[in-house]
């Protein structure tokens, strides 16, 4: 069943936008959290629109005091959360050979520290009912290592392991835990993007997607399958084999310092 109640960080574009306007079609109540006050809004708007109600809370998930109020005004306000989506994201990318700090830390603030803190902050509330769903937006990409991607891959596989922990603490009192792996999306993050991006989905039918698959509350959503079968191959391979097949498909300018 799709949840009466959600709260979405990440909402003002992209992904985040996509799902909570699917889930206003469904009639649910959402908590809409993002940094971007108009976007957010606009967000809301889509969301009214669609036959849901949308309250806007601004949020920037890497203030972690700010995140547990906003998961707890979100509890209060539309009578009780059924899921929480921990969403928002960055996909900074560089070669590692001209990697600073500053390119690494702000992706692990948001990808990982962030979405964690989302996600801790509705624990205690699930757990007092013995029910409740954590959803967390990782991806692919967080399988095995990519060229020029090493923070955001390592942001990711961060979350993935996070919350296959969860999931194995949690699942016996009546919570639900989904790690969600998308391949490519088209969403602002990709749009500069100078690398292939294979099997690349429409923004809508990756949340239809994810809504749809959500219902039966499995441990992963991982799509599309073609970059899934890819991802689970490399995941085995040999490091000198993986090393060498991944740097033949990517673009020579992404390998050069």
């Not at 969301?47 to 949020?59: D, F, M, Y």
């Not at 972690?64 to 009578?79: C, F, I, K, P, Q």
């Not at 085995?236 to 992404?254: C, K, L, T």
Request: charged share 20%.
């Amino acid at each position: 069943m799709n949840p009466r109640t959600v709260l979405l960080t990440g909402a003002s574009s992209g992904i985040g936008r996509a799902l909570a306007v699917e889930y206003g079609r469904a009639g649910a109540k959402l908590a809409l959290c993002a940094r971007r006050l108009d976007e957010l809004e606009a967000t809301a708007s889509l969301v009214r629109g669609a036959g849901g109600e949308a309250l806007s809370i601004p949020l920037d998930v890497c203030e972690t005091d700010a995140v547990n109020e906003a998961v707890l005004r979100a509890d209060r306000d539309l009578g009780g959360l059924d899921m929480v989506i921990a969403n928002a994201g960055r996909g900074d990318t560089q070669h590692g050979a001209r990697l600073t700090w500053g390119d690494v830390g702000p992706v692990l603030e948001v990808n990982a520290r962030g979405a964690m803190a989302t996600l801790v902050a509705a624990i205690p509330l699930f757990v007092a009912k013995r029910q409740g769903h954590l959803v967390g937006i990782s991806s692919i990409a967080g399988i095995r290592g990519l060229p020029t991607s090493a923070a955001y891959s390592a942001s990711k596989a961060a979350l993935s392991t996070f919350l296959e922990s969860l999931r194995i603490d949690l699942g016996p009192l009546g919570i639900r835990v989904t790690d969600v792996q998308p391949g490519f999306v088209a969403t602002p993050i990709n749009e500069a993007a100078k690398y292939p991006m294979p099997f690349r989905w429409p923004v809508d039918r990756a949340a239809r997607h994810i809504v749809h698959r959500l219902r039966r509350g499995p441990g992963i959503i991982a799509f599309p399958w073609p970059l899934v079968l890819a991802a689970r191959i490399g995941r085995v391979m040999p490091a000198w084999i993986y090393d060498r097949a991944v740097r033949s498909q990517a673009p020579a300018r992404s390998l050069t310092p």
